[in-house]
């Protein structure tokens, strides 16, 4: 149930001028994704989300009286855990910022929640760590972790529905190896086996390596008829690709969402004809409106782009809910605006709903990927099903 706001938390938040002068009339939060790294051409996109996100609320002047909302980006890498961290307490401790909408891969996000955010009692919305490790069901996160994107135990069920739809039956597996690659590749194999489906072998390969032959060797002598990458698209993802193809070791493969970008099809074209894969999505519909807030000042489309407007945006909804930008306060509303009951408020309509908790009411955050939190802070999650054809990537469905 979400809780109504008290009547000095409705005071506080219609007091205007009054407020804003009691309170920061500046909170920042923070922004940190790979800007450099394994996945450098997916994160531009997902940073101008949520900064798109915080603009339309600073524009509103309608958070906690009238503050202004000012990003602050850092850099993870994606899997220099020590330079993450780095990055966050620097934010935290020397930048001051409320919040974090990040990490992205999995084990630096890991890394920042257990080295600085819990210490510091700072909350964290990533919108793509989704290594069923950071699952915290015993509440060791102290409610301060939340995710707009899935975990990887509903992607290896989605896979695996894929895979079997296309009748592929037997494959070989390979993974980059951190908490997020061995993660997926774990939860698809269990969900594959169960289905009745063989993994002829589940590998890991490392990242930044300039020869792949030798576990593209071991992956041709296992056998199997698709390879499915659970690797990067800007590192060791795409050098297994091209020594597959080189060596005609597959010619078809399953790529998982850290593969899927623009850059994939740029890399390869039309040599992955036949090839399938899958990364979390909103509707149809969410897509299309999504992409009209956007209006092509960045890839509305990208993977985890609209999560990343969605995690910012549920950062400030709860800020005003509680009636707070001390995250010891709004930690506990996340949940409250992100879920039903209330008003349903989309993407594009931050300043509706910062007004609706204003006056005291209710809100359910749909956004830009129908968010539906449960606990402990997991998103519900929702799959776009692509296929490669003509050098092109399509959309095959959704799950």
Do not use: W
């Amino acid at each position: 149930m979400k809780k109504l706001l008290s009547a000095s938390a409705v005071a506080a938040l219609t007091a205007g001028s009054a407020f804003a002068g009691s309170h920061a009339d500046e909170i920042k939060i923070g922004i940190i994704l790979g800007f450099t790294g394994p996945i450098e051409s997916l994160t531009p996109s997902m940073g101008d989300a949520a900064e798109l996100a915080m603009a339309e609320v600073t524009e509103s002047g309608l958070l906690l009286g009238g503050a202004k909302v000012t990003p602050v980006r850092g850099d993870s890498t994606c899997i220099d855990a020590a330079a993450a961290t780095s990055v966050a307490e620097q934010q935290i401790t020397g930048d001051g910022v409320k919040a974090i909408m990040g990490a992205d891969c999995s084990g630096v996000t890991g890394a920042i929640l257990q080295n600085v955010a819990l210490a510091n009692g700072v909350v964290m919305i990533s919108p793509s760590a989704t290594s069923p490790a950071l699952s915290h069901n015993d509440n060791s996160d102290n409610g301060l972790f939340f995710r707009t994107a899935p975990s990887d135990a509903r992607q290896g069920v989605v896979m695996t529905e894929v895979l079997m739809d296309l009748d592929i039956k037997e494959v070989a597996v390979t993974y980059t190896n951190n908490d997020y690659g061995k993660g997926l590749a774990d939860s698809f194999q269990a969900a594959f086996e169960a289905a009745g489906g063989t993994v002829t072998i589940n590998a890991a390969h490392e990242d930044g390596k300039a020869d792949y032959s030798a576990e593209v060797g071991a992956l041709a002598a296992a056998g199997g008829d698709r390879l499915v990458v659970a690797g990067y698209v800007d590192q060791g993802g795409s050098g297994i690709v091209r020594a597959a193809l080189d060596t005609g070791a597959f010619d078809t493969f399953h790529f998982p969402d850290g593969m899927i970008s623009a850059k994939l099809v740029e890399n390869f074209g039309d040599e992955i004809d036949g090839s399938s894969g899958q990364h979390p999505a909103p509707s149809d519909e969410l897509a299309a409106s999504f992409a009209t807030l956007v209006d092509g000042a960045f890839d509305s489309s990208s993977p985890f782009t609209p999560e990343s407007y969605d995690a910012a945006a549920l950062i400030m909804l709860a800020m005003q809910a509680a009636g707070s930008s001390d995250p010891a306060d709004f930690k506990g509303s996340v949940m409250d605006v992100a879920n039903a009951p209330g008003e349903p408020i989309q993407a594009g309509e931050l300043a509706k709903a910062l007004q609706i908790l204003a006056d005291g009411g209710d809100i359910d955050y749909v956004g830009a990927t129908d968010v539906e939190l449960i606990g402990p802070g997991e998103a519900a999650g929702n799959y776009r099903e692509v296929t490669y054809d003509g050098g092109e990537e399509k959309t095959a469905g959704r799950r």
